[in-house]
């Protein structure tokens, strides 16, 4: 079944998080169609052999599980190859692992799509916010390990390998980067001035440096996201993620991932409105305990 909005219980404190953890998700049962041509590359996932050695020990086979969050609204034409290529990645790399769709109140067959895999997929009833999207989806997850990660297409699934790697090793939070191989073509000009304004200010606040504070693509470990203490509900979730992981100590490591604009559909994100949440975001953030 999918899970309805009036089925879930709000959202809650990090304090009551983790006694909501072993609440049992029903996963939607489906076969899911094949995999689109388009998705069908020769290597998903990086040939790394320190990857495969992290894999191959048997603590990691034996207790690691990787949840992966995917937010959406109206991304119809998108979600289907997003978890198509997420399901192939996650076979290939051999772990035990769950995707957790949340159609944020789509107008359009996000979720039908999405419900003829086998995922889990939340439903809220309207639109409340990507932010909002993922602490639900963080309330049903039961990994050790949470991957976040767009539903417009822009990411690559192969590229959550070299992240997750990055916390197998001892990270506690893996980004990816649009801007680190100084890729011109990834977002508008005036949302790069947005973004590399806000890495300015972060800076200036925290001592880090950082080149995408925006970035939706992560790989963060479970008991880290329980002690950030997560309150946003929209968009700026990524900068209160960026801002709390340098503040309180945690260890962030940037790398570099390929984008491509979206194929189909437009952004969500509204650049005055969403702008302004996220420099207070950013204020706020920096100077609470």
Do not use: C, W
């Not at 309150?231 to 801002?243: K, M």
């Amino acid at each position: 079944m999918i899970y309805y909005d009036s089925e879930i219980t709000p959202f809650i404190t990090s304090e009551e998080l983790n006694g909501n953890r072993g609440r049992e998700a029903e996963v939607m049962q489906g076969e899911g169609s094949r995999l689109p041509q388009n998705l069908q590359e020769r290597e998903f996932i990086y040939k790394s052999p320190t990857f495969y050695a992290d894999l191959n020990s048997e603590h990691f086979l034996d207790s690691l599980t990787v949840s992966v969050i995917i937010p959406a609204y109206n991304e119809e034409k998108n979600v289907e190859n997003v978890i198509s290529g997420t399901i192939t990645v996650m076979e290939q790399l051999n772990l035990p692992y769950e995707i957790i769709l949340v159609d944020d109140g789509s107008t359009d067959k996000t979720g039908l799509i999405a419900s003829l895999f086998n995922v889990t997929v939340l439903t809220n009833k309207k639109n409340l916010g990507k932010g909002y999207s993922l602490k639900k989806a963080m309330q049903y997850a039961h990994g050790d390990i949470i991957v976040t990660m767009d539903s417009d297409g822009e990411h690559k699934p192969k590229e959550i390998a070299p992240l997750l790697q990055e916390v197998l090793n001892g990270i506690d939070v893996a980004a990816g980067s649009r801007f680190m191989n100084n890729q011109s073509s990834v977002t508008t000009k005036l949302n790069q001035i947005g973004n590399h304004l806000f890495n300015l200010v972060i800076m200036s606040l925290t001592g880090k440096h950082v080149t995408d504070s925006q970035t939706g693509f992560r790989v963060i470990k479970r008991d880290v996201l329980n002690k950030l203490d997560l309150q946003s509900d929209g968009y700026e979730i990524e900068t209160e993620i960026t801002v709390k992981s340098l503040k309180n100590g945690f260890t962030l490591k940037e790398l570099p991932i390929t984008v491509e604009r979206r194929k189909f559909g437009a952004s969500k994100l509204k650049l005055i409105s969403d702008g302004k949440r996220i420099l207070k975001t950013i204020l706020t953030t920096s100077f609470t305990r």
